[in-house]
């Protein structure tokens, strides 16, 4: 009876943290459109990352669309501002890695193109969790995002993987996309980065 128990409150508890992750997707994709997409997508972004880190901080209990709405209006003009730069660099060596691959052609400088986007791709995956974090100075996210990433390397490695596997679950079940694709990206993302926070801040105490 206890193991009955147990699996249906496993059930539940799964069934509870599925609607609100949907919950979540509904949201993110409302707000991305009241920002008309390019401005919204950001702010909704670092919303969805500010109730999931209070999740892990305070149980998952705390009120989604209270903290979205606060984080949204709060942030929107903020984020959109560290948003355009982290936007204008990725252009900017998306740009560089065809000229490297059509024009250049160098094994060399495309190596180095690849591990400077490498490095981007992991600041911009602790971006979101250290500016729902902590309250910075502007660049400073982006030299806090560097140093997380290369002081916790486990839970950077962990990441890189969590992405590269939700990449293909959504290839092969695209509609998955539609119902979770930022809330599912975001959760273990933000998990990760919360786990890197806390043992930083640990040792720090220390």
């Known amino acids: 009876m206890s193991a009955l128990s147990g699996f249906i409150k496993v059930f539940y508890d799964f069934g509870n943290w599925l609607s609100k992750m949907i919950y979540l997707q509904i949201l993110w994709l409302m ?67 065809n000229i490297s691959k059509q024009v250049i052609q160098s094994a060399f400088i495309h190596s180095l193109l690849l591990l400077i986007v490498l490095l981007y791709i992991v600041v911009l995956l602790y971006f979101f969790p250290v500016f729902s ?4 100075k502007y660049f400073q996210y982006f030299k806090q995002s560097f140093f997380v990433a290369f002081a916790r390397p486990f839970e950077t490695i962990a990441m890189l993987l969590c992405i590269l596997l939700l990449y293909y679950l959504f290839i092969y079940l695209p509609v998955l996309t539609f119902f ?27």
């Not at 305070?58 to 709060?74: C, M, N, R, S």
């Not at 694709?181 to 720090?204: D, M, N, V, Y």
């Open 31 to 97: 707000f991305t459109i009241l920002g008309l997409g390019l401005f919204g997508v950001i702010p909704a972004t670092v919303s969805v990352t500010t109730v999931i880190s209070k999740w892990f901080q305070e149980g998952y209990d705390a009120p989604i669309f209270q903290v979205f709405l606060h984080t949204y209006k709060k942030q929107f003009l903020r984020s959109n501002g560290l948003g355009i730069v982290l936007l204008g660099i990725g252009v900017f060596l998306y740009m560089d890695l």
């Open 133 to 136: 974090r902590y309250k910075l």
């Open 180 to 206: 979770f694709g930022a809330s599912l990206t975001i959760f273990p993302i933000t998990w990760f980065a919360h786990r890197a926070f806390i043992q930083l801040e640990e040792k720090k105490m220390n």
